[in-house]
């Protein structure tokens, strides 16, 4: 929806491009964005005889060269590949008229920004800037008060009916024990993708998932890009079980029917853990999002908790509850003995395929629905035209657009 949104005023409004000078500017922060916000594009720009392209690292550059020789309307880029093209004066950002910051929250996250002003500085200040983000504050309120005039801000509120009820479950488990609970999880479930903090991390879980006989694929920042879109492809058909992430496949990256989202390592904010476990539970969908919890990041856990409401302590582990049923609050910890199951009878501790039985803890029988769904946190910023439908897909349940134009014609919102 959200890629709709600014795609169709784009090739609506914008001219015929020279060679080497794009007529419409789209910067994304990952390849695997770029990759999808063009297959979106395509199809309606070829009914307006406009051509798009991707340029982003990870490629050889003398195919954007010979791309932008033969006259690029829309440039789909990243902002490391555009600084590179613009510097050996390749591409020319002087006929641009239109702008669209995508996920500029992750753009700031990953350093970016910087870059990203000194683009924007290069193209006419009277193009229109649409920009999408999941917060409008703190470097991304500079873009908009440097960038944009008169902006529109728009707040789309998710149909209830599209809202997936995702089960949030808190397991306590040794360090040791991480990659067996994860094994088990996997084989109980359906497409699952598990998060690793490091990019080596991922590499090696999914070496080791794949000894003990599953099927998985590692995407992150230094697989080269025909790897991550193997990767990518391979999930997506269900050739492979799991794909093992880094936080570049928390955004962005739009796959179908994810069933389960795996914090193999606890994400480092409250916003990285809404991201991740956006990737299930999407459009009206059910999904279940499991947190491991090592004795020392209990403390790391009750801030996260804390800001996105989720309770308070750990659930006793019950792979039973992979099936997204309700299930019970989580409790905070007492005494430190190991944990037992959310049924009264319970299961008696972290092994993954334990048996029911006389399992201690302190759970209840009763059982209630944990917080479900996704935190409200998906807002988007772009100019007039068009940009009023914009919605952030995998962030949140409410989505705000922001327009507005440098010339200061800006404030005409086409769509809800």
């Not at 008229?97 to 290069?122: I, T």
Request: glycine share 14%; with cysteine; hydrophobic share 30%.
């Amino acid at each position: 929806g959200k890629t709709l949104a600014f795609s169709i005023p784009v090739v609506e409004n914008i001219t015929e491009a020279r060679p080497h000078h794009p007529t419409a500017l789209l910067l994304v922060p990952t390849r695997e964005l770029a990759s999808q916000v063009a297959e979106t594009l395509k199809p309606l720009a070829k009914e307006r005889r406009r051509w798009v392209a991707t340029f982003y690292g990870g490629t050889n550059i003398r195919r954007d060269v010979d791309a932008l020789r033969r006259g690029i309307d829309i440039a789909v880029c990243t902002p490391g590949r555009l600084e590179d093209l613009v510097k050996r004066g390749d591409m020319h950002l002087d006929e641009v008229q239109v702008v669209v910051l995508d996920e500029a929250d992750r753009m700031a996250d990953m350093g970016f920004l910087p870059v990203v002003k000194r683009l924007l500085d290069k193209t006419p200040s009277d193009r229109q800037t649409l920009l999408f983000s999941a917060t409008l504050d703190g470097d991304v309120d500079v873009l908009i008060k440097r960038y944009q005039r008169n902006p529109v801000t728009v707040e789309v509120e998710t149909p209830a009916e599209e809202q997936g009820q995702v089960s949030h479950l808190f397991w306590p488990v040794e360090r040791t024990d991480r990659r067996a609970v994860t094994a088990e999880i996997l084989r109980r479930s359906g497409p699952t993708i598990v998060f690793a903090r490091t990019k080596r991390g991922a590499d090696r879980l999914a070496k080791q998932l794949g000894t003990d006989g599953l099927r998985t694929a590692a995407i992150h920042g230094d697989r080269s890009q025909n790897q991550r879109e193997r990767a990518l492809a391979e999930f997506t058909s269900g050739k492979v079980t799991a794909l093992i992430a880094t936080d570049v496949a928390a955004r962005g990256i739009h796959v179908d029917d994810v069933s389960t989202v795996v914090h193999y390592d606890l994400p480092g904010t409250d916003k990285d853990y809404v991201h991740r476990s956006g990737r299930t539970g999407r459009a009206g969908a059910t999904g279940v999002v499991v947190s491991l919890v090592c004795e020392d990041q209990h403390g790391e856990l009750r801030t996260i908790q804390k800001d996105l409401e989720h309770g308070n302590g750990v659930h006793r582990m019950d792979f039973e509850d992979l099936d997204g049923r309700e299930v019970a609050e989580p409790r905070p910890r007492s005494g430190g003995g190991s944990q037992g199951s959310n049924n009264s009878g319970g299961r008696s501790g972290s092994k993954p395929g334990a048996k029911k039985g006389g399992g201690g803890g302190n759970g209840s029988g009763n059982r209630t629905r944990a917080k479900g769904g996704r935190p409200a946190s998906g807002r988007s910023s772009g100019s007039g035209s068009g940009s009023g439908n914009g919605a952030s897909n995998g962030s949140g349940n409410r989505t705000r657009a922001k327009s507005g134009s440098r010339s200061g014609n800006g404030g005409q919102r086409s769509g809800r």
